[in-house]
Structure formats: structure tokens, C-alpha cells
């Protein structure tokens, strides 16, 4: 079947095969195009780039980097990322790499030109930069919640990855985590390990070998295919792309997409719901009071994955940290809103289930004092 | 029109129908069953920022929100 949204007129923007590659501005002028993996080893000033490479240059920095912070972040606890900007400055010397992040997070990276930059270098750098605003307290809240699901593995696969990419590898695989995620296709587990077929010929694109699939997985195959089928234009390889929709690319794609989309109807039905006072304080401070309807207790729902609430004292330190979520992996907004209206209506149920760590005063006696204490009154022949 | 808002995978979805449609006030209570059976929490929006957890279908609610089983997290 013809792929749906995929016209000839898309084909032909792409470039028609019979247009040799040399014709459709290769991304650097002296530098010969062979492989994508010698192209991301080349080396060159910013200067040396044509014009529209920046282009090019930002769309795969910005897949790239939201592909490495989203696994970062243990796949949909990522903030994503919204925006990648690469201008040139001073003359073509430098580069500029500008990052947006959802939550109105930002961050600017100057590159120097002199020694010449590459894709994954560019990649990585934007993205260590933004490890560091999470980690060096620029932003405090933000790298207050993050830290508590941070895990170290990850970094390990992560520079895995960032060398298997630069070595034209696929990805690597750990034994008990795949890449997809199975969770957020609407279509169900099967249609994430569906195999699809690309194939351009004569009367256009054919799409094989495929289920129903959802807009979002078009959309995410059209992308796909845009990209892949432009590089092998560009390097001269074969006009013929295929993969599976367990590869992590695929998947990624599609889950990102529907991911944002939730993430924001998620946030507009949060806002909805709050009181005028918490939508100010939430507005103001990325997290919002509520009351147990039960113990009248304030606790403070924090905008974060995992142990985001807070129970606070009379003088409004924290006293202990709480955490209870919906069933289902819902969207940060909802698992917000669900928070608040299970204190709010039901404080008692909510906290039968709640996991609790008290971060209040040290009760009791010292530690040493209280072992001793239970030596004596447990364990009288040990003394 | 009132609204059942069902939290989701994808934000949420809602379903909207006429107070005064019988047939779909029906359908409305049909929804409101299944989900409460399935562990779902509902609850009404009463005012500004405020919400009342509801057992029983009430199709005078104008926004009924719907939650998954609360879960130690």
C-alpha cells in the first residue's frame, strides 16, 4: 500500500533518484561523502559548512540529543526536548548550540571552531551541558527531583551508545531493558514489534509487511523515511530503507511524539483543575499546597516522577516525603492532579498505599543509646 | 453538556454528552460502572480548585474526573 501522507510530491522534494548526489548540496564542499560513518569522524570549521547543512546539522542534533536525554532519563521521566538552534558566530569560527527543554529549561553552548566540530561531538557537548544544569545546582528544584531517579547505568550506556553512533553501530542492547517502550503505544504491545519494509521504486514508496498502524507511527515512519532516504541520497548508498519497529530509532520516534502530546494534556488538565492560589504558587514555584481533608495537613505536591510529595509541619519544613501514584504510568500532569484530589477528598486511603521517609528532627534517642537500650531490654544475657 | 474526563496514556480523554439525552446518560452510567469497577477513582469538580470523590453515577456533575487505582509509588 502507498504510504499515507507520503506523496510524490515529497519524493520528489527529496531528490529523484536519478539526480546524482553531488547535485543536492552535499553538507560539506571539499570533504567526499562515502559513508555516514566517515562523515560524523570528519572534522570541519563551521565555515566550511554550506548553506542549509545547518539546517540538516540541527534536525539530527536535535533527534540525537532528545534520543540520549530521553533514555537518560529512564525513558518518559525525561524532559523532553523541545528545540535545537545552531547559528554561526563570529564570522563562521564558532558555533553557537541553543537547547530548550519542556518546563521552560534552556541552555547555550559556544563552540569553538579552530579544531573543527563533528555531529557527535556537537551531540555530546550539548548534551553533558545539560547534565551539568542538572547536576550543579543551577537549577535547584529541577536537580533536586531528578537526582532521586538517577541512575548510573545509565551513564555507562549512554557513552556506549554515544560510540557505537560513531561508529556506525547499532545501538547495544542491556539483557533486561529494551530500548522501546511498550507503554506508550495506544495500539498495544504487537504493533511496537511490527516489521515494516520500505521500498522506493518506480511507482513510489511501497510500505510492506505492516499492521494498522496509528498517525503518530505514520508520522514517525514518514520522518523515518524522509531522513534515511535523504542520507542516502546525500551519500550515494542505497534507495532502500527498511527497519522494525524494535529498533530504538523507530520506536523512540513514535513514543516521543505521542509522549509530548500527553505530557501537555496532562499539564492542561492539571491547570484546570487547581485553585487560583495553587495554579499561582505553581506558576511561581513548580509546585502547589494542598490539605488533607482528613488530618488537615499541608503537604506539597512537587512537580516530579517520584516521591513528589511532601508532608510539611506547623513551621512549614518538610517533615516526611510521600509517595503514591495512579496505577498505569500516566503523564506527570495527571499523576499531579490524581495526588491532589486523592489528600484533598481521600488523605486516608491515599496514604494506606503511600511509601513514607521521614526527613523531619531524628526521633528518639541516638543510635548507639537506642541499640544499647534494646540490648538491655531484649537481649539482658549479652550484658 | 457534561464531561467524564478517564486519565490515560494519552493525557486523558473525555467524553462529553447532554444531560437531558437519556440515551446518553446511560451510556454515561454504563462508563461510570465500568471504570469504578475497574478500580478507577471518580471524582466531581464542585467549585474553584475543588473536587468531591463520588461512589454513585450523578449525571447533574458537569466535569466527573477519573483516576487509576493509587498505588505506593
Redesign the interface.
Known sequence: MALAGLTEADIEALGAPSIEPEMIEPMYRPVPLTSRAEWSRTMMRPSEFRPGAFHWLRDQTFHRLSREIWHRYRRGEAPPCSRVDISELDGGRELELRVDVMDGWRTRVRLEGARGIDLAFLTHVGYAQICMLFWDGQAADFNRSWRLAFDWRSDIELSNRIDDAARGLEPRRTADEPYYWR??D?AGPEAALTTYTVQRSDDGVRLENVAPLTATQQRAIEDHIRREYRAALVFGGPRRVEGTWNTFDGAQAFAFA?RN??????E??LRE???????AQYDRDKHFDVIGCHSKRRYRICRA???NVLLLDAGGEVEEQI?????????L??QM??QK??L???EN??ME???RQWLGPRRGPPGAISRLMNDMLLNPFRM | MAVQIVMDHTGDTRHSFNPADSQAVNDAEKRFRELTGAGFTAAERTGNGEAQVTRAFNKDATETLFFPRLQGG
Open positions: 507503554g506508550v495506544p505521542d502530546a500527553a505530557e501537555a494534556r496532562g492542561t488538565l483543575w487547581l485553585s487560583a492560589e495553587q495554579l516522577r517520584s516521591f509517595c503514591f501514584v495512579p496505577a498505569g504510568n500516566l503523564v500532569g495527571d492532579l490524581a484530589v486523592a484533598e477528598t481521600d486511603a491515599a498505599v503511600a511509601n
